[in-house]
């Protein structure tokens, strides 16, 4: 069991270079456990980050620490504690399900009695009933990808990397299968790094985020206040006559944007004040007021295309 | 879909080592090679290898008496590496590319296992199913001359370490050489077709160029004829050979070194995570 104390995982200063090119430079973020959304567009660095994290490959600067663990002094300490559902097909045909997950429970180091156990388990868990005594040479897209978090679970690590879990998926199993990663998220003592680019996946299913652009961190921290605090304007839902409340703002030097029972403004400071005399003066009354929340995909398009700046602390 | 997630209330179970995982993974593959070609080749092996041991054997003891250099005979000709480099196809093959081609490679590497533990675990079930041919006949061929009577066993126990000896010589070689072919391509097929046809082109094309320069040195591009070198001088046989044994068995552990190394360079760039 990971203390509660201790982050997920560390960066402080990392960098790495392929070459002279440079995949990561300068990340540092304390993750705590929980469901972490790792997000940027492609050649951003998630992969990198990814295999550093697993102790795949060295940084070439900085410190990373997963559990306390320095991934490239102990691989092997740090992939114990950690699960890998990969984005693309990594399944053997001709073994079935159950023998599958199984063995990749003994590689994870359980004893083969636990694994064959758990290996049922866990196939109960995401809905191969029967079909786990079938080749996985006649499974469809989807119980493949079940599978596939079937074994990244089957060792009951601390940590998963789930690297795109709904690509290739129709919508009910996109459902299901967030549905499944909703279930995971909420146990005790277990964290997921979801890397995928469906961000309406990580709204769903994220308690904070990782961005990252051009091997620079770009944010990274809980998601309700990213998304609330990239977000200029402000919603007002109100009840009256929306064509005098809306001409006595512009009447004032307000700009503001009706959709429906709701207008979006900007607001200068003490602007509020405005916004209730302009009520008052148009017989409105003002329900609420209030930050307006982004989506996940606002905060990635206006931070993705932002001028690159030196990343935040 | 179950109502719940599995929650395991009970103690974490203590995780078995490196030494366990490496068990698991070698323990698949020597099972996952066994078929009906691999079982068709050890019976082949060991029914034709077997029955020339016994008759040799029986013949010589009508003749004075079989030493260890009667042994060689099963050596003579190149039935036996044939029939080990057959079975080497079958079962080293797919033992890499079928992992490559699958992709299952980046799972396994994602495990707490280290790269020489999964190149270590294939190799070594290969060899368990190459040292099932190349070695198994030789020894059971001595024990059933020593049982029937045919030779004294200040005899037989010579005649099985030096079996011991070139046998575990080819299995090397030819464990090297699946585990490098299969390592370099995604199918199992070009693989096998890899080994035959560098085996085969080299003992070809070795005893063509020496028949037609008369330049013995050829023969070392020839796998077979470099074992036939090293197990005469192993067997004690005193014949002429067309190679030095000495740097037949060297070159033969040198080209299986150099193939181990580049199969696990090759494999050093799989890319577990987003390939």
């Known amino acids: 069991m990971i203390p509660a104390e201790l982050p997920l995982f560390e960066l402080q200063g990392v960098t790495k270079e392929f070459g002279v090119q440079p995949a990561l430079s300068g990340l540092s973020a304390r993750i705590r456990p929980g469901t972490i959304g790792l997000l940027g567009p492609n050649g951003a660095g998630k ?8 102790g795949l490959i060295p940084p070439s600067g900085g410190a990373v620490r997963v559990f306390g663990y320095d991934p490239s002094r102990n691989p092997l300490e740090v992939r114990e504690r950690v699960g890998y559902m990969p984005e693309h097909d990594c399944l053997i045909p001709s073994m079935t399900g159950v023998g599958f997950v199984a063995f990749m429970g003994r590689l994870s180091g359980l004893p083969k009695e ?16 029967e079909e786990r005594y079938r080749k996985i040479g006649e499974y469809s897209v989807g119980m493949r990808q079940r599978v596939k978090l079937a074994q990244a679970i089957v060792h009951d690590p601390p940590l998963c990397f789930l690297d795109e879990p709904t690509a290739g998926l129709d919508p009910a199993g996109r459902a299901e299968m967030l549905h499944l990663l909703q279930v995971l998220s909420q146990l005790p003592h277990r964290s997921l790094v979801v890397s995928t680019h469906l961000l309406p996946d990580v709204e769903g299913l994220c308690d904070e985020i990782l961005l990252l652009n051009a091997g620079r961190l770009l944010a990274s921290g809980a998601l309700a206040p990213l998304l609330a605090g990239h977000s200029a304007e402000t919603v007002i839902r109100f009840k009256g ?7 006595r703002l512009v009447a004032k030097g307000l700009l503001p944007r009706r959709e429906g ?3 979006r403004l900007t607001l200068p400071a003490e602007g509020e004040r405005a916004v209730f005399e302009a009520a008052y003066e148009s017989g409105t009354q003002v329900r609420s007021l209030g930050r307006s929340v982004g989506t996940v995909e606002e905060l990635f398009l206006s931070l993705v295309n932002a001028p690159l700046q030196e990343a935040p602390p | 879909m179950s109502i719940s997630a599995p929650r395991y209330a009970a103690a974490p179970v203590p995780l078995q080592g490196r030494e366990g995982r490496v068990l698991a993974l070698f323990t698949r593959e020597v099972v996952a090679r066994f078929g009906w070609g691999t079982g068709l080749v050890v019976g082949l092996s060991y029914a034709s290898v077997v029955l020339i041991i016994v008759v040799s054997a029986e013949f010589s003891s009508i003749v004075g008496g079989p030493t260890v250099g009667s042994f060689y005979f099963p050596y003579a000709s190149p039935i036996w590496p044939f029939l080990v480099l057959i079975g080497a196809t079958a079962v080293g093959a797919g033992c890499i590319s079928e992992d490559l081609g699958s992709r299952s490679i980046t ?19 290969v060899a368990f199913w190459i040292g099932l041919m190349s070695i198994g006949p030789g020894l059971l061929g001595v024990a059933l001359v020593g049982a029937l009577g045919l030779a004294p066993l200040s005899v037989t126990l010579p005649a099985a370490a030096a079996y011991l000896a ?18 370099v391509t995604t199918r199992a097929l070009y693989a096998g077709v890899g080994m035959f046809g560098i085996t085969l082109s080299a003992e070809i ?70 390939e």
């Open chain 1, 241 to 247: 006559d929306a064509e005098r409340f809306t001409e």
């Open chain 2, 205 to 274: 094309a070795g005893s063509a160029v020496s028949g037609a320069t008369g330049n013995s040195a050829v023969g070392y591009v020839s796998p077979i004829v470099d074992l036939q070198s090293s197990a005469s001088a192993i067997f004690q046989t005193g014949a002429t050979t067309l190679t030095v044994p000495a740097a037949s068995a060297a070159l033969l552990i040198g080209a299986s070194v150099l193939f181990f190394l580049v199969a696990w360079l090759r494999l050093s760039r799989v890319e577990v995570v987003g």
């Open chain 2, 166 to 183: 070139s046998g575990l010589l080819t299995t090397l070689f030819f464990t090297a050489l699946a585990v490098l072919l299969s390592s």
């Open chain 1, 114 to 129: 636990t694994a064959i156990g758990r290996a049922h388990d866990v196939l109960q868990f995401v809905g191969i009933h």
């Open chain 1, 47 to 54: 992969t990198t980050l990814i295999r550093l994290l697993m």
């Open chain 2, 107 to 125: 799972l396994f590497l994602s495990r707490p296992i280290h790269l020489t533990d999964y190149l270590g675990a294939k190799a070594s079930a």
């Open chain 1, 261 to 263: 029972s709701t207008l």
